[in-house]
């Protein structure tokens, strides 16, 4: 299974990633070990989505950071 998850880091901001081991990755942001929010922890996975695929859920990340992709998440997951 391939996840895009959303955390929300302690900036009160999000982060998408897309992973084929979601638990891996989530210990690896909790120990700082990601550069992009080891200065934002710490960090709640809000949510995540799962797919067979790996192309379908990389399209999926890159449709959630875009515009009406975050116009999404704020409606649906806040």
Known sequence: MFYVY????KD??????CCDNLKERIIR??????PATKD??????ISYFA????????NFEKYLKS?????F???HLF
């Open 6 to 9: 959303v955390l929300l880091c």
């Open 12 to 17: 009160d901001k999000t982060y998408l990633g």
């Open 29 to 34: 942001h909790e120990k700082g070990n990601v």
């Open 40 to 45: 934002r922890l710490p960090i709640k996975l």
């Open 51 to 58: 797919f067979s695929n790996k192309y379908t859920a990389f």
């Open 67 to 71: 515009g009406s992709g975050r116009a």
């Open 73 to 75: 998440m704020k409606k």
